[in-house]
C-alpha cells in the first residue's frame, strides 16, 4: 500500500507546492534542499568539528580543503596546486592556487598552518586530529603567500592523506566565531539554526566554478520516512541515508532516483584480543572460519552489500587483490574451538540499533556459531552512546566505517597503542611493516608493504569485515549532476555541481 | 470550593518537583552523556574527558542539578550543552511548532467529540450511532504512526491533495502555507476525538435513562429541556476530566507525529535532546510536559468540581 503511493507522486508535487516561496516556477530551478539527518552533532559551523554526515555536508558547502578524496580514497588537488617532500619525506612544500575566502581576502599559507595548529589542538575534537599531530608546527612556516613548508615529526610518503581527511578545512586565520562562518568554499553562508536548516547562496567568485544553483538548503530530517516521504513529494531534492524498505521503495518508484555507493561501509565485528576469550587466537580464527558469510549479506544486509575478507577497503587504494576468499569451513573452526578448550562457550556480542543490520547479524551469528560449539548472545546498547561505550566495555562488538584511506585506517584502529585500535591488536611486525611503508619513497614499493601489513592484520587482529554494505542517497527526478560516490569522497554530496530542471 | 483549589494546586506544585527529580535522576542513570555523544566514536578517551570538562559535566549530578534548579528560580532554563545556546531559545522555536499542531487539534476534539458523543448517545443503538461506535473503533485501533504514513502515502503521494512532510518549514513557512498541518493534525486528533465521543456518548445514554430524566419526562418536561438542562451537563463533568487527558495525550502523540511529518516541535526536540543526553534541556522539556500536564488536569479536576457540585467534606 505504501509503495503504492510513489509512483503518483510526481503529480502531486505540483499542487504540494502551491503556495509560499516555493511555488513560482522560476525559484524552483534555483533552490535545491537536501534533507539529512541531524541527530548527534554539536551543531555549530565549525568545519573541525565534524563527525556526522551532515556536518560533512555543510562544511563542503563553505569551505574547501588542500585535498580531496577520488573514489578510491587517493588523493586529488583542490585547494593545493602542488605538494612534494623532500628525499626524507619531513619536509613538504605546498603551493596553493589563488583562492579567495568569501569576505574577499586570499586564502594564503599562513590561513592554512593556522587550520592546521587548530584542528591539530586536541580541544577542537577534529576527527584528523591524530594525523595532524604528526607536524612539527613550530618548524613548520609560510615560504611566501602562497607557500608553506610543512616539517613532520617523523617522515611520512602517506601524508598528503591528511590535506582531504574530515576535519581539515581551511578557515581564515584567527577564527573563533562561527555564528557568520567564512571559507572560501562553493557557497556563502545565509542563516543556520543549531538542529535546523542551513541556508546558503552561491558564491560567483569560487575559484571552481560557481554553483549552478541559486541557493542551497540543508534540512534535517531525522526520521528515514519524513525524509523519504519529503523526497517522493517534491518537498526535498535530496534525502541522504536510506536503507532497507525505503530503498525497495525507491526502486519501484519511477520518478526518484537512488544513488547507490556498492561497498561504501565495512561491516565489522570488533573481537577484544587484549582479553579472555579472545586473546586466544584460536578463537579468532574460529570466528573467521566460522562465519557464513553469504548468508549475512543475503539475510542481514537483504542482499544490498557484498561479502566482506575480514580486511578494510575493498576496492580502494592500497587493498590488496591477490586474497583468497574466506571460506566457512565448520569442522576447522569446531577442531579450533575444541583445542582452546572452549567448547560451549558463551560469547557476549555488543550491538545497537545503529545500523539496522546489526541485530539480525547477530541473530544469523548465533545459529552460525553454535555449530562450531559457541554460544553466542547478543547485548544491546543504547544507540548515541554506543561507539563511545564499546571502546572500553566488552569482548566482542559490532561496528561500521565509511570509506576512508586504507593508510589511515591501518594507522588509526590497528596500530598497536593506538586510542582507537579498539581490537588491542598488538604485533611489532605490522607496526614495523607500517614504519617503514611510511618512509619508503616509492609509491610502489610503499603498497607492496601496506599489503603485507595487510595480510597480517587478517589474520590476527582480531578485526574481521564481515561483509561490505551498500550506502545509498536518493534523488529527485529534476535533479542533475550529482553521481553516486561513496560517503568521505569528493563527489559525494558535490551540491555546488547539481542542475535542477 | 477555596480549600479544594489551594490543596490542588500544592500538590500540583508538589507533582511538578517530584518529576523534575525523576526525570533528572533517570538522566543520569542513561548509559553516557552529551561528551560521549558527541565524540562518539571519533573521540579519544581524553578527548572526550575534555569536552566534559568544558560542559561542566565532571561535576556531581546533585550539584548539577541544584545549579540548574537556582538558575531556573531566576527564569533562567540554562544551556543546552548540544548547542552552547539558551534552552530557552530552542524551546521558544519548538514550542510555536507544537502549538499549530496541537491548538488546532485540541479545537477539533473539542468541538467535534460532544457533537458525535451526543447524536450518537440520543440514538442510542440505532444504525448511526453502530456506524459511528464502530469507525471511532477502528480509527482507535491503528496507531498512530502508521495513521500518519497511511494518509501520507494515500493522501499526498497518491492523490496529491496535501502536502506530505514539514521537512525544513520554520513556524514562518508553515503559516504561510497551513495546508502542511492538516494531516498532521487530523493524526494528532484522531484518537483523542474517539476516545472523548465515546465517553460522552456513554455518559449521555447513561443520563438519558437515569431515574431523575424519566422523572422529568413523567412531570411533563419537554425533551429538549432534559437534554439541555440535564442529560449534558451530566455528560459533561466527567468528559472534562477525559479531556484534560486529552492534553497530555496530544504531547505524548506530538511525539509520533512531529517524527513522521518531520516537525521540529517539541515532540522530536525532547527525544533529540534525551539522544543527546543534554540533560539541561531535558529538564527544561520535561518542566514543560509536566507543567503543562499538571495544570490541564487541575483545571480537569476543577471543571469537575464545578460542573458535578457535592458537599465540601471538612477534614
Not at chain 1, 540543508?218 to 520516512?225: L, R, W
Not at chain 2, 503521494?157 to 498532521?184: C, R
Not at chain 2, 534541556?281 to 457540585?309: E, I, M, S
Request: charged share 20%; glycine share 10%.
Amino acid at each position: 500500500m505504501l509503495a503504492a503511493g510513489g509512483g503518483l507522486a510526481l503529480a502531486g508535487s505540483g499542487l504540494l507546492t502551491g503556495c509560499g516561496r516555493d511555488g513560482s516556477s522560476a525559484d524552483d530551478g534555483d533552490r535545491f534542499r537536501a534533507a539529512f539527518t541531524a541527530g548527534g552533532s554539536q551543531e555549530t559551523l565549525d568545519p573541525h568539528v565534524a563527525p556526522n554526515f551532515v556536518d560533512q555536508a555543510r562544511a563542503k558547502a563553505l569551505y574547501d580543503t588542500l585535498g580531496t578524496y577520488a573514489d578510491d580514497m587517493s588523493v586529488r588537488k583542490r585547494l593545493a596546486d602542488s605538494w612534494e617532500s623532500d628525499p626524507s619525506g619531513t619536509r613538504w612544500r605546498i603551493r596553493l592556487r589563488e583562492a579567495q575566502f568569501h569576505d574577499g581576502k586570499p586564502v594564503t599559507a599562513q590561513d592554512v598552518l593556522y587550520s592546521y595548529r587548530r584542528a591539530a589542538d586536541p580541544d577542537t575534537g577534529s576527527p584528523s586530529q591524530e594525523l595532524l599531530s604528526a607536524i612539527d608546527f613550530s618548524a613548520s612556516r609560510a615560504d611566501g603567500r602562497r607557500s608553506l613548508i610543512l616539517v613532520l615529526k617523523a617522515p611520512n610518503f602517506e601524508f598528503p592523506t591528511v590535506f582531504a581527511g574530515p576535519g581539515t578545512e581551511i578557515i581564515p586565520d584567527g577564527t573563533r566565531d562561527f555564528r557568520e562562518p567564512v571559507g572560501s568554499g562553493p557557497f556563502t553562508y545565509v542563516s543556520f539554526t543549531p538542529g535546523g536548516t542551513a541556508r546558503y547562496r552561491r558564491w560567483a567568485d569560487h575559484w571552481d566554478g560557481a554553483p549552478h544553483i541559486a541557493e542551497l538548503e540543508i534540512v534535517p530530517a531525522n526520521e528515514e520516512s519524513a525524509r523519504l516521504n519529503a523526497l517522493l513529494s517534491g518537498q526535498v531534492h535530496y534525502a541522504a541515508d536510506m536503507a532497507g524498505s525505503s530503498v525497495e521503495r525507491l526502486k519501484k518508484d519511477g520518478s526518484a532516483r537512488l544513488l547507490t555507493a556498492k561497498r561504501a561501509t565495512a561491516q565489522q565485528l570488533l573481537l577484544r584480543t587484549g582479553r579472555e576469550p579472545f586473546d586466544d587466537p584460536r578463537l579468532v580464527r574460529a570466528l573467521q572460519l566460522g562465519l557464513d558469510r553469504e548468508e549475512l549479506v543475503r539475510v542481514a544486509l537483504a542482499g544490498h552489500g557484498q561479502v566482506g575478507d575480514d580486511l578494510f577497503g575493498k576496492g580502494l587504494r592500497g587493498y590488496p587483490d591477490d586474497l583468497a576468499p574466506r571460506r566457512r569451513d565448520v569442522e576447522k573452526a569446531r577442531k579450533l574451538v575444541k583445542e582452546a578448550g572452549a567448547d560451549g562457550l558463551e560469547i557476549t556480542v555488543e550491538t545497537s540499533s545503529v545500523d539496522a543490520a546489526w541485530e539480525p547479524a547477530a541473530d544469523l551469528m548465533r545459529r552460525q556459531l553454535r555449530e562450531v560449539g559457541l554460544k553466542l548472545t547478543a547485548h544491546t546498547r543504547a544507540s548515541s552512546t554506543y561507539f563511545s561505550e564499546i571502546k572500553t566495555k566488552g569482548v566482542a562488538a559490532f561496528n561500521t566505517t565509511s570509506t576512508l584511506p586504507v593508510s589511515d585506517f591501518l594507522q588509526q584502529r590497528l596500530r598497536s597503542g593506538t586510542a582507537r585500535n579498539q581490537t588491542q591488536f598488538g604485533s611489532k611486525k605490522f607496526d614495523a611493516l607500517l614504519e617503514r611503508a611510511r618512509t619508503t619513497r616509492d609509491e610502489q614499493d610503499r603498497l607492496a608493504m601496506l599489503t603485507r601489513a595487510q595480510k597480517i592484520a587478517r589474520d590476527d587482529s582480531g578485526l574481521l569485515v564481515w561483509a561490505f554494505s551498500d550506502a545509498n542517497d536518493a534523488i529527485g527526478p529534476a535533479v542533475h549532476g550529482l553521481r553516486a560516490a561513496p560517503p568521505n569522497s569528493h563527489a559525494w554530496a558535490r551540491f555546488d555541481r547539481v542542475r535542477l530542471g | 470550593m477555596r480549600g479544594y483549589v489551594l490543596r490542588r494546586c500544592s500538590l500540583a506544585a508538589l507533582q511538578c518537583l517530584a518529576v523534575l527529580v525523576a526525570v533528572f535522576a533517570v538522566g543520569t542513570l542513561l548509559p553516557g552523556d552529551t561528551a560521549d555523544v558527541l565524540r562518539g566514536e571519533l573521540g579519544t578517551p581524553e578527548q572526550i574527558q575534555a569536552l566534559r570538562v568544558r560542559l561542566g559535566l565532571d561535576e556531581p549530578a546533585w550539584a548539577r542539578f541544584w545549579h540548574w534548579l537556582g538558575h531556573l528560580l531566576t527564569g533562567d532554563l540554562g544551556t543546552s550543552s548540544t548547542t552552547g545556546l539558551p534552552v530557552s531559545e530552542d524551546l521558544g522555536h519548538r514550542t510555536g511548532v507544537t502549538l499549530l499542531l496541537g491548538v488546532p487539534a485540541l479545537l477539533l476534539v473539542v468541538l467535534v467529540a460532544p457533537v458525535l458523543g451526543t447524536v450518537s448517545g440520543l440514538r442510542e443503538g440505532s444504525r448511526l450511532d453502530r456506524a459511528l461506535n464502530t469507525a471511532a473503533l477502528l480509527l482507535h485501533a491503528v496507531p498512530e504512526f502508521v495513521l500518519g504514513l497511511l494518509l501520507v502515502a494515500t493522501v499526498s503521494l497518491a492523490a496529491g491533495v496535501l502536502p506530505a512532510t514539514a521537512v525544513g518549514m520554520d513556524t514562518d513557512a508553515l503559516l504561510a502555507q497551513p495546508s502542511v498541518l492538516v494531516l498532521p493534525v487530523a493524526v494528532l486528533a484522531a484518537r483523542h476525538l474517539c476516545d472523548l465521543a465515546r465517553q460522552i456518548r456513554a455518559g449521555v445514554a447513561a443520563q438519558r435513562h437515569s431515574t431523575v430524566a424519566t422523572h422529568l419526562r413523567l412531570l411533563g418536561v419537554r425533551e429538549r429541556t432534559v437534554v439541555l438542562r440535564h442529560v449534558l451537563p451530566g455528560a459533561l463533568g466527567p468528559a472534562a476530566q477525559q479531556f484534560a487527558r486529552c492534553v497530555e495525550g496530544l504531547l505524548g502523540g506530538a511525539v509520533l507525529v512531529e517524527a513522521v511529518f518531520g516537525f521540529r516541535g517539541l515532540g522530536s526536540g525532547f527525544v533529540e535532546a534525551v539522544q543527546n543526553r543534554d540533560l539541561p534541556q531535558v529538564q527544561a522539556y520535561a518542566l514543560l510536559f509536566a507543567g503543562t500536564a499538571v495544570a490541564v488536569n487541575v483545571a480537569g479536576d476543577l471543571a469537575a468540581h464545578r460542573l458535578a457540585p457535592r458537599r465540601e467534606v471538612t477534614a
